[in-house]
């Protein structure tokens, strides 16, 4: 994970490139290099604190944190008024999570083991979670499409009802997880407790030097996010690119590469229990979470957003909701199961490339 910080040096190329006037292309290119290392730093910051807090808060400070940097890219593109990308970046973030992150790391994991299981109490529940937030994003669409409400003001407020029950959803999970059945999550948690900085046996940080590092990180990723939304537009322009594709499968690469990369070196390390924890629970965050949060966002910044995704958007989800759920529920994985949740991923990001 250390390599990430090599990256570091993108955060001031990308400043001088802002100062001096640049290509939009060189700016968006920076600052999302720039905010790579920036992510890592974020969920370093985010795993030393929980050392500080105890398992159960240590949890939920996971939980709502590792996400944060994909958030604030979301929340200052809303405040630009760029609603389709935050919303294709949602979309992207789950799809991406559930067939590219998974899929690589049970490749990984499965070619140097043959076989590798998990909990079956966090396939169980991480399953049930992804058909809710199927339920929750596939609603509001179908709503949209059979209701007439060319303005949407229908829609949006329909979706700020669902957000509020998402996020009700997302709280009762951690309740689940993390309080009455946190006997059953005990062994996963201990784990994460002694990876931080994804080496076991690493020194800890003090609790001073986690929460100064945790904000100075957030505000400096919000900076390159300003950055980075400031040139989308040329950007894309420049490209030849959609901005649906951008969005769905750009963005949420960049927002949560530290995640994936984790996800990988858990698997290789065949801790499936945190590589599943990390791909699967990622996603149930954005939907559960991330996404009901950027309702509420949008109607804090005057530009107000529903959760009505388009029919190719709803329907990729869902397929790729049914094969995640599909393959985590038997609690075990393989390097075949990996190659082929690649594979879907593929395809999707292709047909997204053409659409």
Known sequence: MKLWYALLIFVPAALVAELAGGAPLLIFVLSALAILPLSTMLGDAT???????????????????????????????????????????????????LLLVLGAAQLVGGLKYKVQKFSPHLAGMNAALLIIAAVGLIVPALFHGAHPDPARVATVRMSEFVAVLLIAGYGLSLLYSMGTHRAAFAESAHEAAHTADGEEGAPGWSLARSIVTLIVVAVAIAFMSELLVGATQESIHTLGLSELFVGIIVVPIIGNAAEHSAAIIMAARNRMDLAVGIAVGSSVQVALLVAPLLVFAGLLFGQPMDLAFTTFEVASVALAVWIGAAIVFDAESNWLEGALLLAVYAILAVAFFFF
């Open 47 to 97: 795993e030393h604190l929980a050392t500080h807090t105890g398992p159960t808060v240590g949890g939920l400070l996971n939980a709502t944190l590792g996400n944060l940097a994909e958030l604030i890219i979301a929340v200052v593109a809303l405040r630009a008024g760029l609603i389709d990308l935050v919303k294709a970046s949602i979309t992207g973030s789950i799809i991406g999570n």
